[in-house]
């Protein structure tokens, strides 16, 4: 199969909306991540997005909306908390889980009984959604266990010959998938995966904010767990990544007595190199590490490296969902140093 680049002017968006109605899978710029949108309620379509990235077929996509009504047709009953916080982030990086509707496929929901919704908004994925006329089922547009893409080319790395055809939306803005929460039982909100929409920002409408053990705890493969996709190995790049949480004195002395042929560092900014050690470096606020972390993951890849040494990010703000994304690409390895 040809991989086509379509523009993000009208007359492509309409033929990738056309594709989408006869039951193609196309990649969908959002202000995340890439996704690979397919119409939700079909479930051939949906089989394909399953395969083009490789997915287990118990891990759920997430169901993207143009307009808030939509919901009515997605989910089979609406929280009420979950007015309150559309009201405030959508459309944005955030989506909240509840009970499905019959229009959703067990395809698309990974057998459960809930799906997830997201409203995002970038300005392609909205018109997308609203000329196919149906809501989008979209996870990131990476081979399963790959780093998700932030850009085109990383779009096109992964799923050329693969798909039909991918939007060119420019770089995502946020750099890291969406918040996923959902609604315990009592009305508390549980995140399941932090993302921009953070800890803090939720509790500007709730002061019931969970955050699940899944986010920062390695959960066993046979666990029953809140959210499938946690269970899996998930941003892997090829080099073994190893996070070293400490001060920048005690990171440098680390690196220096265990470096080898390929090693390499991920640091914040260039006065943390360590000499004889190439590096790359993914900015000092959450927000340029969320916007940069999975390009470097691959770049990193690019270049060969064995093992990359890692500064340990801020947990505070977005910086729990840069945290999180880190911690699972290092396969959940932390060396706390002492300083
Ligand atoms: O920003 C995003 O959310 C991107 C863009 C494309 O919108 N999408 C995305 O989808 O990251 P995906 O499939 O790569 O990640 C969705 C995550 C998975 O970990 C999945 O297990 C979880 O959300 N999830 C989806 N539906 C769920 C449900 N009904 N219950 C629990 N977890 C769910
Ligand atoms: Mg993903």
Same mark, same amino acid.
């Given at each position: ?21 006869? =039951?193609?899978?196309? #990649? ?15 479930? +051939? ?64 929901? #990974?057998?459960?009984?809930?799906? =997830? ?86 509790? =500007? ?6 955050i699940d053990k899944g986010v920062l705890a390695q ?55 360590v000499d004889g050690v190439d590096y790359l470096t ?19 890849? +690019? ?15 977005? =910086? ?20």
């Amino acid at each position: 199969m040809n991989t086509v680049i379509l523009s993000s002017k009208d007359d492509d968006v309409s033929i990738a909306a056309s594709l989408i109605r006869a =039951g193609e899978v196309v #990649g969908m710029p959002t202000e995340t991540v890439y996704g690979l949108a397919a119409d939700a309620t079909n479930e +051939e379509a949906v089989k394909k997005i399953f395969e083009a990235k490789g997915r287990p077929c118990d891990n759920p996509l997430i169901v993207h909306i143009c307009r808030f009504d939509m919901v009515y047709d997605i989910a089979s009953s609406v929280p009420e908390l979950a007015y309150k916080l559309a009201e405030k982030f959508w459309p944005g990086p955030l989506t909240m889980i509840m009970p499905k509707s019959d229009k959703i496929p067990y395809v698309t929901s #990974g057998g459960l009984d809930t799906v =997830g919704i997201r409203f995002p908004s970038h300005k392609v994925a909205l018109d997308l959604i609203e000329k196919s006329g149906k809501p989008l089922a979209a996870p990131s547009a990476n081979l399963s266990g790959s780093p998700s893409p932030t850009t085109l080319r990383h779009v096109f790395d992964d799923m050329n010959g693969r798909i039909p055809a991918i939007i060119d939306g420019g770089d995502c803005e946020v750099g890291v998938e969406s918040t996923v929460i959902s609604f315990d039982a009592d009305g508390a909100v549980r995140i399941l995966r932090p993302g921009k929409i953070s800890y803090e920002d939720l509790l =500007g409408v709730t002061d019931r904010v969970y955050i699940d053990k899944g986010v920062l705890a390695q959960l066993d493969i046979n666990a029953k767990v809140a959210s499938p996709g946690m269970k899996y190995k998930h941003y892997s790049p090829k080099a073994n990544v190893i996070i070293l949480d400490g001060s920048v004195s005690a990171f440098k002395e680390y690196v220096c007595n265990c470096k080898t042929d390929g090693t390499y560092c991920l640091l914040f900014d260039d006065s943390e190199a360590v000499d004889g050690v190439d590096y790359l470096t993914y900015g000092i606020t959450s927000e340029e590490q969320a916007h940069l972390l999975f390009e470097r993951l691959r770049e990193f890849d +690019e270049m060969g490296a064995k093992t990359v040494y890692a500064r340990c990010p801020s947990k505070d703000g977005v =910086g729990l969902a840069v945290y999180n994304r880190i911690l699972r690409s290092a396969g959940f390895n932390v060396i706390k140093l002492d300083d």
